[in-house]
């Protein structure tokens, strides 16, 4: 496995850099060509097989552009709940010693462009142009053998090229759906990461957690270092019983990497987190988690770990400028608060663990006399565990719907919400009527949440938080 201090550049050459008549000449029509894929994201019926989600098509399309994902180092994220916020922990401590890092993340909550970033600094217009003009011939070739690639296999070619054209140090990257399938398990990273895994997609993925957390553990390679966060005993189970298989060495944190957390609150810092891990390089000793909630504290938990295991890898890591980077963290769509008058939160919680961490955090970090919750989620979910979940917190429901083709209709939602719970509601039929309804409900001392899929909250960000 190749080792690279900081000092050391990437010196392979662009990928597929051969000077041609661009195919699109403005932003705008190469987005329209992007979008006008196969976008399993917004498919609102999907089978989840090697026809649908197949990782030759995938390397055939690695092929035509040079095989970008082989000239870069990566560490791979999957998991369920929390992969983008440990994706972002570990990017920033990388970055904050010196290195230039990538980072692929999905979905996104309002600007595409959010998905690839270099050293927090996302893809530009002019750059994305770019790579979809030279990705043009290759795409169009697999087109014509009726082998088309789809958008999100587009996306993560785009990253890998945008990152060799960068010569990053290295890229984080986050898996999209599942793991054995997904379209970037071409990599072999150099460590991987399995945040926390619970019920999400089983539709696709399975109805039990140990078949969930098979697909999930299908990015584990011979002899790559596999971390992760305590598991349910079936997918904890699963996850070991795959890292024998495959001879990957698999170590959990909480188990064979030291690590505790306590939630506490000063009048200088208001309520947090703070955790104590110790590896076999480091040892960080109540350290503040910048993101909120219980379930952020594994999460970094499991960040400190990979990067202890990348140091063993030839990285040069200051474990001050590490907690530094850490200290700058934010997430959008994650606990952000959009408005003040009324105070209005949001959150991309879309799983019913998720949604049981976001009403807990809420409690812990925001003081509130009454909560109106607005809902909405996808057909592909969890959604009898979502409502469950949502009636400890929600002391008013306004149940809605995004403009993803997979959202459940309102009227569903509150019928299955008023059975389950015994509970009333409301339901609107459109983003805008089901703030407005939420704001005519409280008081300057209310909280209004908006949660339940990633479209939900980035059409109410557009709406509340327009330009």
């Known amino acids: 496995m190749r080792k690279r201090s900081k000092k050391t550049k990437n010196k392979t050459s662009s990928v597929g850099k051969v000077k ?30 090697v026809t649908t989600f197949d990782l030759r098509r995938m390397e055939r399309l690695m092929r035509g552009l040079g095989n970008p994902h082989r000239k870069i180092e990566t560490v ?23 290195y230039r890092v990538g980072l692929y993340t999905s979905p996104h909550v309002s600007n595409l462009h959010e998905r690839i970033a270099i050293n927090s600094r996302m893809i530009s217009r002019r750059e994305m142009t770019g790579l979809i003009n030279r990705a043009h011939t290759s795409i169009e070739k697999m087109v014509k053998r009726e082998d088309a690639p789809t ?51 089983q539709n696709l993925l399975g109805d039990s957690l140990s078949s969930i957390a098979k697909e999930k553990a299908g990015v584990m390679k011979k002899g790559v270092p596999v971390i992760t966060v305590p598991q349910e005993p079936d997918a904890m189970r699963m996850l070991k019983r795959t890292a024998t298989a495959v001879r990957a060495p698999l170590s959990v944190t909480g188990r064979d990497i030291d690590f ?9 810092e208001g309520p947090h987190t703070r955790i104590c891990v110790t590896t076999p390089h480091s040892k960080f000793e109540h350290l503040r988690v910048p993101l909120p909630g219980e379930h952020q504290a594994f999460n ?39 408005c003040d008058d009324p105070r209005i939160i949001v959150d991309t919680a879309h799983n019913a663990a998720s949604i049981r961490a976001l009403v807990q955090a809420i409690g812990q970090h925001v003081p509130y006399d009454s909560m109106v919750v607005i809902f909405g989620c996808n057909n592909d979910k969890d959604i009898c565990g979502m409502l469950h979940q949502l009636q400890y917190g929600a002391d008013k429901v306004v149940f809605t719907r995004s403009n993803s083709p997979k ?23 459109s983003v805008a009527e089901a703030i407005k309804i939420a704001k005519s ?11 339940g899929s990633f479209y939900l909250v980035g059409q109410a960000k557009e709406l509340l938080q327009p330009g």
């Open 407 to 429: 959202a459940v209709f309102p009227q569903d939602l509150a019928d299955m919400y008023t059975e389950m719970c015994g509970k009333m509601c409301q339901t609107s039929l």
């Open 151 to 201: 958008f999100f296999e587009i996306m993560t070619a785009l990253a890998f090229m945008h990152f060799v054209d960068k010569e990053v140090d290295i890229a984080i990257i986050e898996t999209g759906l599942g793991g054995r399938l997904d379209s970037t398990n071409v990599i072999r990273p150099a460590v991987i990461g399995i945040t926390s895994i619970s019920i999400d997609h």
């Open 300 to 338: 970094c938990g499991l960040a400190l770990a990979v990067l202890d295991k990348l140091k063993t890898q030839g990285y040069e890591i200051d474990d001050e400028k590490a907690i530094n980077g850490l200290k700058g963290v934010s997430l959008i769509g994650r606990m952000e608060i959009i």
């Open 260 to 268: 505790s957390y306590r939630f506490e609150s000063s009048r200088e």
């Open 441 to 451: 409900a409280v008081s300057k001392e209310d909280l209004i949440c908006i949660t």
């Open 76 to 98: 791979h994220i999957a998991g369920t709940k929390g992969k983008g916020s440990t994706a972002t922990m570990l990017a920033r401590m990388i970055e904050a010693n010196g």
């Open 20 to 49: 041609r008549k661009a195919a699109f000449r403005t932003y705008a029509k190469a987005m329209g060509y992007l979008f006008d894929r196969t976008d399993y994201e917004r498919q609102e019926r999907l089978r989840y097989n």
